[in-house]
């Protein structure tokens, strides 16, 4: 698939508010500072499409950009936030679970893990929910680049087997960089399937 039109089409709280056009909506989401907007940028070859920040939770809506007038692209708030109050905290969590099972249009959600650690506990709680609730999910290893080849594989493979308790069978899974456009292909390719 080649993106040709990338644009914002607006901010909201909650499911009921977002773009009226019933398009199919393909989101993602990680932990703060994962490399969420970077990797949204690329995907679309447009670095200012959505606002990067060296500092964690930039994002405090969910943000929809319509691709190629056809389907939109979701950016909701990252999890895991340090530091910001716990009613803040809380009023994130319930704007992204609200959003996850209300939105009717949601075809799968990439849940983004940063490669270069074992993932975290908290992701693992997060993709279980997602299991518990039945949400197509897939997987996407950021900021690939920072490992050798060989590294990002034995990581992957790693997180994998911690992935193994918990689920039988394995969801998609791209690895992907932000700075070289690695999974670029791949991840688009999977988009283009359900479209």
């Known amino acids: 698939m ?11 709280a909650k499911a009921a508010l977002k ?22 940028n690329m995907l679309c070859g447009n670095r200012k499409l959505a606002k990067t ?9 969910i943000n929809h950009f319509l691709i190629n007038d056809s389907w939109y692209l979701v ?3 990252g999890y895991g936030f340090a530091k910001i109050s716990k009613s803040e905290r809380e009023g994130l969590r319930k704007m992204i679970n609200d959003y996850i099972q209300n939105s009717e249009e949601m075809v799968s959600l990439f849940v983004l893990v940063d490669s270069r650690h074992d993932i975290q506990k908290i992701d693992i709680e997060f993709l279980s ?15 690939g680049d920072k490992l050798g080849p060989n590294a990002l594989k034995a990581q992957i493979e790693k997180d994998k087997e911690i992935l193994s308790e918990w689920w ?24 283009e399937q359900y479209i």
């Open 2 to 12: 080649r993106i040709s039109e990338a644009k914002f089409a607006g901010s909201s």
């Open 19 to 40: 773009p009226s056009r019933k398009l199919p909506e393909f989101a993602f989401i990680g932990r703060s500072n994962v490399g969420k907007s970077s990797l949204i």
């Open 53 to 61: 920040s060296s500092t964690p939770g930039k994002t405090k809506l």
């Open 75 to 77: 950016d909701l708030p």
């Open 129 to 143: 929910g997602l299991g518990e609730n039945g949400i197509p999910f897939a997987i996407i290893f950021t900021k």
């Open 168 to 191: 039988e069978e394995m969801p998609p899974m791209f690895a992907s960089s932000a700075e070289t456009g690695m999974g670029r292909d791949e991840i688009l390719e999977y988009i």
